[in-house]
């Protein structure tokens, strides 16, 4: 792991970021509060308000957010949308300026990130893709893991920026690393949250109190982020958003689609995709990814 240093917005890095959801509102607002110059896109207008009350500026068009920024920071869903961004007609390489550096916080394929990067360096544009972990909570607290892939040198450059949104900051390699880590996270992931759903569904069987086997628990081998954040949506069967189960199958299908590429075998991430197909099907895709909980109580007749 990489410790960055703190921000310096003496530096005059102006920042630009599109894509003001759930985590890039809170990533950019971050930003805002640690003085950087920031100017702000979303392909959905009048996402920006709270933004700009901060001190932002909007822009019209990722075109125009490239033109006034040295490092341009994406945090949108899929790779499609990354590429409309990056290369669509208003898209960051129509304006961006040689010696810029686009920083991609989206969850992609790394073949995508590398594919991208490469088109980028024709417009003489560096990249980093740097997926994030750590759900809104993270976001908003500015506790973010950040899984970077890409040049040392353009690392280097980005830590100030990248520590003023997240915690734990590594370097893993060259340009896709970062997105081949995000892969392996939400695999674990996976079975995290289906371990923890299986565990509160047994406890509320067997007629315990659920909340109590959580406390004994957390302080042992079980313990996770899972169990201690994540247990109490599973006992009271309410899932509100932390990080959407639309999204995590999306990245459960990049990982899958990776272990195929390697010949790994991954029965439990399969699972956990499964459970999700059903769950997005019956209308639960916006729920938090914890919703895993559904189909196990289902499952155990609860």
Request: include cysteine; hydrophobic fraction near 40%.
């Amino acid at each position: 792991m990489t410790t960055p240093p703190p921000p310096d917005p003496t530096s005059k890095e102006r920042i630009g970021f599109a894509g003001l959801g759930t985590m890039g509102a809170h990533m950019a607002a971050n930003l805002v509060r640690a003085g950087y110059e920031v100017t702000v896109w979303n392909r959905t207008p009048n996402r920006d308000s709270e933004l700009r009350d901060l001190g932002a500026h909007p822009a019209s068009s990722p075109a125009q957010l490239a033109a006034s920024s040295d490092i341009t920071i994406l945090c949108v869903t899929d790779s499609p949308q990354v590429e409309v961004v990056l290369f669509g007609p208003d898209g960051v390489s129509t304006a961006a300026r040689p010696g810029s550096l686009v920083i991609d916080c989206s969850t992609i394929s790394p073949t995508k990130a590398q594919e991208f990067g490469r088109r980028l360096s024709e417009f003489g544009v560096a990249m980093l893709d740097a997926p994030v972990s750590g759900g809104s909570e993270g976001a908003r607290l500015a506790t973010l893991t950040i899984m970077v892939g890409g040049e040392p040198a353009d690392f280097e450059r980005a830590s100030s920026v990248l520590g003023a949104m997240g915690r734990s900051i590594s370097l893993l390699g060259p340009l896709g690393a970062g997105q081949w880590a995000k892969a392996i996270n939400q695999v674990i992931l996976a079975g995290t949250y289906l371990g923890v759903a299986e565990g509160m569904t047994l406890a509320i069987k067997a007629g315990l109190d659920a909340e109590k086997i959580v406390g004994a628990l957390v302080g042992g081998a079980a313990q996770s982020w899972v169990l201690e954040n994540r247990s109490g949506r599973m006992i009271d069967d309410d899932y509100p958003i932390g990080f959407k189960i639309s999204l995590h199958r999306k990245d459960l299908g990049i990982g899958l689609e990776l272990a195929r590429q390697v010949g790994a075998s991954l029965p439990v991430t399969a699972l956990a995709a499964t459970f999700e197909d059903g769950l997005v099907a019956q209308g639960y895709g916006d729920d938090d990814i914890s919703a895993l909980a559904r189909s196990v109580r289902k499952l155990s007749g609860l």
